[in-house]
């Protein structure tokens, strides 16, 4: 069985949560692959997916918090006299 962190890590950095759980994740993660090393546990190799799909889902996040910055701040319904602004 993996080291309960290792797997937690794995869980918040999937879930996402809007960037938390992938920073979540990305600390869960290098904090079991510590532990693992030091007790010995398994669990080396969950964590560090946990790890990987972190930073892939927070940049995802950022792309997605960006794209949704950019957008909001568009235009609304022609109150901007007509340019476009």
């Given amino acids: 069985?993996?080291?309960?962190?290792?797997v937690w890590s794995l869980i918040l950095a999937i879930l996402t949560l809007g960037g938390i759980g992938s920073l979540a994740g990305m600390i869960m993660g290098a904090?079991?692959?510590?532990r693992v090393a030091v007790t010995g546990e398994r669990g080396a190799t969950v964590a560090a997916a946990g790890i990987v799909v972190g930073v892939?889902?927070?940049?995802?996040?950022?792309?997605?918090?960006?794209?949704?910055?950019i957008h909001a701040s568009g235009s609304g319904?022609?109150?901007?006299g007509g340019y476009g602004y």
Avoid at 1 to 6: D, V, Y
Avoid at 56 to 69: D, N, Q, R, S
């Fill in 77 to 80: 319904g022609g109150s901007g």
């Fill in 56 to 69: 892939l889902t927070l940049l995802l996040a950022i792309g997605y918090w960006v794209f949704l910055g």
């Fill in 31 to 34: 904090a079991a692959r510590r």
């Fill in 1 to 6: 069985m993996a080291s309960g962190a290792a």
